[in-house]
């Protein structure tokens, strides 16, 4: 790679380290992250330019924290610690670190004790509105560093030895509630540490392709494709490395919406030149699907089924050696421990079951970005529109959106409401600005009135949601014109539906499906 600048963020385990290096990314600079694990040589074959503690769950003075080699300090470089890193130096440093009688979480008052680099053009603010999660305090701070901050809760809130560009902070300036806390970021990528931003997305096509060409070598890789953004941006990505040593597969699982397999095949063909199959198992799903009613076992069908499908088509490929996933930084930390020490949260329908059955190795180029960065690059390798702005959409599909049984009569009835609540968000403009948008078909009748008919047919709910990752997200406040004209068009057009009602809880405590 080409870059000459890059930060190595060392991870103790927190929540929120690839948020760090997203950010330290975002500013132009290429950042890294390796567990604390890390060795010696490793770290000084990587050649950084600078490096960051991140925070995690330990606390310094237990046995069984994790630690690091005291060499890393003789290596002379600029380092920020962040929460636990910034314990961490402050013991190793010989300060003073106890677990905290006053427990800070959430948001905090910041005040500037001292001007410094990391303030620049921030200290005439005095205080600034910092987010706080942590369990030991620094009580006093090592010979040579001096106190930059304090809180209300605690007196050393962030310190530094400004001869060594040793700066830590007890905040998270890497979470968008921390005020100015991209600015702080700035400041020690630019000013402290005096990196120039030389990295862009560009820089990671480049990389990403370079190594998975090295990676793969001569051996043949097989990618499966959903039509969404990830499964995308992987193939074409493999493409540029690999060329036709790339097979694609598009299992059509009968439960997409609206004429969406083929329409994603045609995108796909007229655009790259992949080698794709597209795979109509449509029969196998429905049949296994048919009269089950709870949502787990419909999704455990769909995987089970996927897996055979895709296994099948695989193995009539000869010489596949590899499985190229699109998985997202999300689906890491949702799932497993991230290279260090963070805590496992929940295991994840996209991620397993598959590999292990294949035997085959992982190539997952996406794994350490976030959605709106996989969109970026999409953007940056000419994916069309309508791929890079799809909306999210589940494995399961319409599974998972028609609550109870699904039969073909309310599989159409669905996504002929559901095509409606598509065009109607594209017309209007408002499909970009949503997370998603999409109908549900319940599992009850309510009686109606048409003509002077009397009806007693289905109700379609319409869930639409603004969010950022899909960890929480709001009712989307959709102008009521366009609310109406779906309503209105899905009745009178849909047969078989006499009521629409829209979705407006929040998640938490709902999620974005119904199931
Ligand atoms: P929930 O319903 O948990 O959904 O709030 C969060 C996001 O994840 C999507 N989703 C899935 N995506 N496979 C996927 O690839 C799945 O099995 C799955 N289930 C939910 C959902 O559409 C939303 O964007």
């Not at 013991?91 to 800070?104: C, L, W």
């Not at 397999?261 to 429905?286: C, I």
């Not at 399961?396 to 598509?422: C, F, K, N, S, Y």
């Amino acid at each position: 790679m080409q870059v000459q600048n890059k930060v190595i963020i060392i991870d103790f385990g927190s929540q929120y380290t690839q948020l760090i290096a997203r950010r330290i990314r975002e500013a132009g600079v290429y950042s890294e992250i390796h567990p604390c694990t890390v060795s010696m040589d490793e770290l000084k074959a990587l050649e950084p330019s600078a490096l960051v503690l991140s925070g995690g769950p330990a606390s310094v003075g237990s046995t069984d924290s994790p630690g690091i080699d005291d060499a890393i300090f003789a290596m002379n470089l600029p380092i920020l610690g962040i929460c636990y890193g910034m314990q961490l130096i402050a013991y190793k440093f010989s300060g003073k670190v106890e677990p905290s009688t006053n427990r800070e979480y959430g948001r905090s008052t910041l005040e500037f004790s001292e001007d410094c680099l990391l303030w620049d053009s921030l200290s005439q603010k005095k205080t600034l509105t910092v987010w706080m999660s942590h369990g030991d305090t620094v009580l006093s701070p090592p010979p040579g560093f001096k106190v930059l901050a304090r809180t209300d809760g605690v007196d050393i809130a962030a310190m530094g030895n400004v001869d060594r560009k040793i700066y830590a902070v007890q905040f998270h300036p890497e979470v968008a509630h921390t005020e100015d806390g991209f600015k702080i970021l700035h400041n020690f990528l630019f000013k402290v540490a005096g990196l120039k931003p030389d990295w862009s997305m560009s820089s990671f096509i480049e990389d990403a392709i370079q190594n998975m060409s090295k990676a793969i070598g001569d051996e043949h890789v097989v990618c499966g494709l959903s039509g969404g953004i990830d499964s995308t941006v992987v193939a074409v990505l493999l493409h540029k490395a690999i060329g036709k040593r790339l097979h694609c597969i598009l299992v059509d699982n009968g439960v997409l919406r609206h004429g969406e397999g083929q329409e994603v095949v045609e995108t796909l063909r007229e655009h790259f030149d992949l080698n794709l199959k597209y795979v109509q198992a449509q029969e196998r799903f429905l049949s296994r699907l048919e009269g089950v009613v709870d949502p787990e076992e419909k999704r455990k069908i769909i995987g089970h089924t996927f897996i055979e499908v895709f296994d099948e088509e695989a193995r009539s490929i000869p010489g596949v050696r590899w499985l190229a996933q699109g998985t997202l930084y999300p689906d890491v930390i949702e799932s497993v421990s991230f290279k260090g020490p963070s805590a496992v949260i929940k295991s994840h329908h996209n991620v397993g079951g598959l590999p292990e059955k294949m035997n085959l190795k992982l190539v997952e180029p996406l794994r350490e970005l976030f959605k709106d960065e996989a969109r970026k690059v999409a953007v940056e390798l000419g994916i069309p529109d309508v791929i890079v702005w799809r909306h999210p959409f589940p494995g399961p599909g319409l599974a998972i959106r028609i609550i109870g049984e699904i039969t073909a009569e309310r599989l159409d009835i669905l996504r002929q409401a559901d095509r409606i609540v598509q065009a109607e968000l594209q017309t209007s403009d408002w499909y970009r600005k949503v997370w998603q948008g999409f109908a549900v078909l319940l599992p009850l009748k309510t009686v109606g009135v048409m003509g002077d008919e009397r009806t007693y047919e289905n109700v379609v709910a319409l869930r639409i949601v603004d969010s950022v990752d899909a960890m929480t997200a709001d009712w989307s406040r959709v102008p009521s014109e366009i609310l109406a004209r779906m309503s209105n068009r899905i009745i009178n057009e849909v047969r078989g539906v006499n009521r629409v009602v829209f979705d407006i809880s929040s998640k938490p405590p709902s999620t974005i499906e119904w199931e």
